[in-house]
């Protein structure tokens, strides 16, 4: 079994099994044409559970001939250009070379003598975020796992900078949008804080916070004798792209001596526009910020970082073990990453990042984020000009939220049943792929724009589509009734 250790001894064996394993992702790459081939749950679990896996195939090529009947063939592939379901994105190709590097060597980010250089890269990295932010010279960072550890992170912090004890946790409040992230609410549950503690703000018909909503909401705190712990600004909500009033609500924060956290887990990307940063004004006045490179810096999963204004805030997330990080490395001023994190053992995703920079340039991804903001904006006109839709709102970045509305139908729950119908129906014929979530109440359909390869010509393929399966769901109806 020692053959199949990574070492100097099998260096070949590795080269020309990782060959096989890309040449055939190559191939499925080149001949993918529809971004899923429909399979269901219940066709393709019997083939999944069939396998024993305590009878090992004992070769790479029989392996990877199984891996295609069981992942590769009936992957869902987010390089499609009629892929526009959710914030997945299509990588780069430097992200996925440096992805191969970092799980080859096998790193782990938390200590200096694990890591060495790979430290030193990461924090680079953090570093350059920060300054593209602009969060000032005292800023720092720590990769993540994804947005919603980062945004648990930045809460924990803005928990313990409220200085309150643990038996006062039910009087810290978090003000965020109604269209905000639900790991806002995950991170308030897991960090002890009551049910009451997370303080809905309305959104204005554009799906941004109402900044005289939020003041009037920290006044009733104050004066309630609560403690306004935080607000989590979103600069590009899951559901719409829209982004809070940065600037507006930076002041309110440092009126009430609350936490501003920034959650542009989405709008990140902006970071590296030259067309659209300003869309961005009034980050660099938060406390935190999630940033998700896996999202709009079309990064592999996992990529993504919170970043703080204040380094000393990061010691709420510090302990030392003799065995690990032991006191006296501090003083010596060894550079621990888990110094920082509320993980231990912790991949190299900064090498992705790293890889992309030096190939691409930051301008080279903005230009890409640019694109995709662009498509949203000319599939807003087609939805605006075609009488069989309604759309929400009209993108600042690169999403948009819109239903079938037939014309032979006026009943808000018949309306709502079709565009489901035509959801699923368009997974399961695996020729496109949309999400779909509710605004006031009601069922709609999500085109996420994460492709620069995607076209309008693809939006307005797809939209006959649903179109056509949801005229098809009424007929059905009709047929039924009858």
């Known amino acids: 079994m020692r053959s199949h250790l990574l070492n100097d001894t099998t260096a070949e064996h590795y080269r020309r099994s990782v060959t096989a394993g890309v040449e055939r992702v190559a191939a499925k790459l080149a001949a993918t044409d529809r971004p899923f081939t429909g399979i269901s749950v219940d066709e393709l679990s019997p083939v999944v559970d069939a396998i024993d896996l305590d009878r090992p195939l004992g070769d790479a090529s029989a392996a990877l001939d199984e891996l295609d009947r069981v992942y590769l063939r009936d992957a869902v592939y987010f390089h499609h250009p009629r892929y526009l379901g959710h914030l997945n994105c299509p990588v780069v190709i430097p992200a996925v070379l440096g992805e191969a590097v970092l799980s080859a060597v096998n790193s782990s980010l938390d200590t200096w003598d694990q890591s060495a250089g790979g430290t030193l890269i990461e924090r680079r990295l953090i570093d350059w975020t920060a300054a593209r932010i602009g969060l000032g010279p005292a800023a720092d960072g720590i990769f993540t796992s994804g947005g919603t550890q980062s945004n648990l992170q930045a809460l924990l912090l803005a928990r313990e900078e409220a200085k309150s004890r643990p038996e006062h946790f039910n009087r810290l409040r978090i003000f965020t949008s109604e269209c905000s992230h639900f790991s806002v609410q995950k991170s308030a549950k897991l960090l002890g804080l009551g049910p009451d503690s997370v303080v809905s703000v309305p959104v204005d018909q554009n799906k941004r916070m109402q900044t005289m909503a939020l003041a009037r909401a920290l006044e009733r705190c104050v004066a309630e004798g609560a403690v306004p712990m935080a607000v989590v600004a979103t600069a590009g909500t899951t559901d719409f792209g829209s982004i809070d009033p940065l600037p507006e609500i930076a002041a309110l924060c440092e009126q009430f001596s609350t936490w501003m956290h920034v959650d542009a887990a989405y709008g990140c990307g902006l970071l590296a526009s030259r067309e659209r940063r300003h869309l961005l004004d009034g980050i660099e006045h938060a406390d935190s910020v999630t940033v998700d490179y896996h999202k709009s810096f079309f990064q592999p999963v996992s990529s993504s970082a919170v970043l703080v204004r204040d380094r000393a805030t990061l010691r709420h997330a510090t302990y030392h073990a003799e065995y690990l990080n032991p006191q006296r490395m501090a003083e010596e001023r060894i550079p621990n990453q888990v110094d920082k994190s509320l993980q231990t053992t912790r991949r190299f995703d900064a090498l992705k990042l790293w890889m992309t920079l030096r190939v691409m ?100 393929a797809v939209l006959d589509l649903i179109a056509g399966h949801a005229e098809q769901y009424l007929g059905d109806s009709l047929d039924r009734a009858s």
């Open 361 to 460: 340039g930051a301008d080279g991804i903005g230009e890409l984020f640019d694109e995709v903001c662009d498509l949203a904006a000319e599939g807003w006109r087609l939805l605006t000009a075609d009488p069989r839709f309604d759309v929400v709102v009209e993108p600042q970045l690169s999403t948009l939220v819109f239903r079938c509305i037939p014309a032979a139908v006026t009943a808000p729950a018949e309306i709502d049943r079709a565009n489901l119908y035509a959801r699923k129906a368009l997974f399961a014929s695996g020729e496109a792929v949309v999400a779909g979530t509710k605004v006031g109440g009601r069922q709609y359909l999500k085109f996420t724009l994460l492709n620069p390869e995607t076209t309008a010509r693809d939006i307005a």
